[in-house]
């Protein structure tokens, strides 16, 4: 895949961001800082309009182009939050906030549309106009539609919207596409089992609810096979399995969460 020159000595100052973005997660939307220096750096490359708020904490950079012929308006889109996971890596951007991550790639996210757009404010060869959007809470908080709702489809005229996910498990240099949708939307599911609880030594006493957390976890992994078509993409996936104190007692509840996954 040939690179554009003027991008690639971007590359450098494209990794600091990224870098900078990895040090400082912010969840959902609570990304104002993020954002804010979102918003600085397209005010800085020169974009024609930056808009803040949309969606409650979503930034828009307008970039007009030499030609304003057609009136079109194309949408490049980037999310910006991050993971409540802490980060076991050691590295000299490694994130400075306990407990949260970009453990995803948002931060690389934020940093290529940051890229593109400062290429675009230099270049501006195209017909119409872009619109680089930094979505908040795409980790679960449906931030996207909040800033649709927000009006920012009308407000700015978008016609269309692009975006694209990291795939550390494609080779450098390599994109994938597919007609048709390619990320699945996600659902939550919790479970809590109430038993009786009881001594391990006389189980006969209680209503041991981790054999039926035990089971129901199993009877879970048959919706797929069982239930569904097999030419239907749908994942159902157990993440959590809470349960109990002490090694000699049996518990009287026990919690299990997991997500759903679907085309």
């Keep these: 895949m040939p690179i554009i020159n003027r991008m690639a000595e971007l590359h450098d100052e494209i990794t600091t961001w990224r870098q900078e973005i990895h040090e400082n997660p912010e969840l959902m939307y609570d990304v104002h800082e993020t954002a804010a220096n979102v918003a600085s750096k397209l005010k800085a490359f020169g974009c024609d309009e930056v808009v803040t708020g949309i969606g409650r904490t979503g930034v828009v950079g307008i970039i007009h182009g030499k030609v304003k012929n057609s009136g079109y308006c194309v949408g490049l889109r980037a999310d910006m939050d991050a993971l409540p996971i802490t ?12 407990g949260k991550m970009h453990a995803c790639g948002h931060d690389g996210h934020t940093a290529m549309l940051l890229g593109a757009a400062k290429y675009l404010t230099e270049t501006r060869n195209f017909d119409g106009s872009v619109a680089v959007i930094f979505q908040p809470a795409e980790e679960g908080g449906a931030g996207g539609k909040t800033m649709v709702e927000d009006g920012m489809m009308d407000r700015f005229n978008i016609k269309e919207v692009y975006g694209m996910h990291n795939l ?54 048959s919706i797929v096979s069982r239930s569904a078509s097999p030419f239907e993409s749908l994942v159902v996936t157990v993440t959590k399995f809470n349960a109990g104190t002490a090694m000699n007692v049996i518990p009287e509840t026990v919690e299990i969460a997991g997500t759903i996954s679907s085309l």
Excluded: C
């Design 168 to 221: 550390p498990g494609l080779d450098v240099g390599e994109f994938a596409i597919r007609p048709g949708p390619i990320m699945a939307a996600t659902d939550e599911f919790w479970i809590n089992v109430t038993g009786r609880g009881a001594h391990a030594a006389m189980p006969h006493l209680g209503n041991d609810p981790i054999v039926i957390g035990a089971q129901v976890v199993t009877g879970l992994q």
């Design 87 to 98: 980060e076991s890596v050691d590295r000299p951007y490694k994130s400075k906030s306990s």
